[in-house]
């Protein structure tokens, strides 16, 4: 449903308290003023620079009023001053728009002075609508108010925003690709970020470039320090082995033709430290042509009541806006450890709850790649059907799949390919990468570099070998099509021996 109707259909049914979510205060004032005029509202507005402010038809924005009384610096005043003027039968519904004003909400005269208010404003036809970029409701307030989303720039208008700048030079307007490239690139980014972002590449380049508003969009995102922005130059080619989970992603990421089209919902990868995981969604993104945005769990966690589940919502709608795109959630188990645990008064439960919802009910074109080095920490409902499209067990590399790598770090670090490899059994892509680096860092042959790496395989012996067990006939091979299946007598894996320790 769309936002105007949303708000129109709660005035009419007389929710006396909303509050409207959204970084963009102007255009939802915008927005207010047609709506006013069109359904006969009566629009003020209080702010704490400008104090009291009505409606101006022949202003942009909502002015300040002539009226010496309603230059109200208070907001507990501007409140009781609103409440209490007499109403007019000339108007169908009075709305007084308090921008920002989440920062008063800690004070408790005007806590009760909202819930007054809003007792009122039900009989009067009086409406506190609250413009904020977060939620921020005290417990007395969260059931009295509506929240309402103000949703980001769809293509459409990101396309207006942009022929508006060239509009006395429509011939700077790309074409085909490049158009959607365009508009690709904007996604997520808000009227004013748009704007800005179009004619920096304008002033730049001298026409429309996406790459221009990739990097202001990456700069926003490491502004907000939940979500990172990569976009490499790695590609499936530069990484050995992983055909099967290579040729399913490649599949379900395919441009479809026709008007219906199936949206795919995400794979997690399980497997041993350093066997590629990162390294494959990293080039995913490049191979399928969609940014990579990368998660942090760990950033999403606030100290402050709500706040984590503010956070997670909040990234949640930027991925959204951004689609299509990758969401990269690395070591699931780590950031979820305390599901069902007490330790955080349900934090982490609630955080693992909204993604569960999400990966759910999210109808939005973001493939979601998790990543985790035990499964055992992770709750089973996290891999139900269709909440992801597979679950797929990487294992540590074989022996063709090791000389694959080896080929690819050699040339990488200028290595010679006379120069013979070192006994690598049980080794993992980022130990073979790790023997080349420190070959050409310290000018030493690859047998003696070899003597620096200890592989994990030797270190968490157990651990590897439990997890095998677990996955064999549980989850997807990334190497060959079908199930993973591990047997003891395998002539492609090293059966692990136990550390006597």
């Not at 007389?14 to 959204?22: D, E, K, R, V, Y």
């Not at 806590?111 to 007054?116: A, G, M, P, V």
């Not at 990868?269 to 399928?288: N, V, Y």
Request: aromatic share 6%; glycine share 8%; net charge negative.
């Amino acid at each position: 449903m769309h936002f105007s109707q949303q708000l129109v259909e709660h005035i009419q049914a007389a929710f006396s308290g909303l509050w409207i979510q959204s970084p963009e205060t102007d255009e939802v004032e915008r927005q207010l003023r047609a709506l006013a005029q069109e359904h006969h509202w009566q629009l003020a507005a209080w702010d704490l620079s400008q104090g009291f402010l009505s409606l101006s038809e022949s202003a942009e924005g909502l002015s300040a009023g002539p009226a010496a009384p309603d230059r109200i610096s208070d907001p507990l005043s501007a409140l009781q001053h609103f409440l209490e003027r007499p109403t007019t039968a000339d108007f169908t519904a009075e709305l007084l728009v308090l921008p920002n004003f989440h920062r008063f909400l800690q004070n408790p005269e005007i806590i009760q002075q909202l819930i007054r208010g809003l007792r009122l404003g039900k009989q009067l036809r009086k409406f506190l609508v609250i413009l904020a970029p977060v939620v921020q409701l005290p417990p007395e307030l969260q059931r009295q108010f509506v929240v309402l989303e103000f949703p980001l720039p769809q293509a459409d208008e990101l396309g207006e925003i942009a022929r508006e700048l060239v509009a006395d030079a429509p011939s700077l307007i790309p074409t085909g690709p490049t158009w959607q490239q365009l508009l690709d690139a904007a996604a997520g980014l808000t009227r004013s970020e748009a704007e800005n972002a179009f004619s920096l590449s304008l002033v730049r380049h001298g026409t429309f470039q996406p790459d221009v508003i990739w990097e202001l969009k990456s700069q926003t995102l490491r502004q907000q320090s939940l979500l990172r922005l990569h976009r490499g130059r790695e590609s499936f080619a530069a990484l050995g082995g992983l055909q099967a989970l290579k040729q399913f992603c490649r599949q379900a990421l395919r441009p479809q033709s026709g008007t219906q089209r199936v949206t795919a919902r995400g794979i997690l990868l399980l497997s041993p430290p350093g066997c590629g995981k990162s390294a494959f969604c990293r080039a995913l993104g490049q191979e399928t042509g969609r940014p990579v945005l990368t998660l942090d769990l760990g950033a999403v966690l606030g100290g402050i009541v709500g706040e984590t589940e503010r956070n997670i919502r909040q990234a949640l709608q930027v991925v959204d806006a951004m689609a299509p795109c990758v969401l990269f959630v690395d070591e699931l188990e780590k950031g979820l450890s305390g599901v069902g645990g007490t330790g955080d008064a349900g934090v982490a439960t609630r955080l693992f709850g909204t993604l569960l919802t999400w990966l759910s009910d999210h109808t939005s074109d973001v493939f979601f790649v998790g990543t985790a080095n035990s499964i055992q920490q992770l709750p089973p409902e996290f891999t139900r059907a269709e909440r992801l499209d597979g679950v797929f067990f990487v294992d540590l590399p074989a022996p063709p799949q090791r000389q694959e790598i080896w080929s690819l770090y050699r040339q990488e670090y200028d290595i010679a390919a006379s120069e013979p490899i070192p006994a690598d059994t049980g080794w993992t892509g980022a130990e073979i990468k790790s023997c080349c680096r420190l070959s050409a860092l310290l000018g030493i042959s690859l047998t003696d570099a070899a003597r620096q790496v200890v592989p994990v395989s030797r270190t968490s012996a157990e651990a590897i070998e439990h997890l095998r067990q677990w996955a064999s006939g549980r989850c997807l091979s990334a190497d060959v099509p079908g199930l993973f299946t591990h047997t003891s007598n395998s002539t492609s894996r090293r059966k692990v021996t136990p550390s006597t320790n």
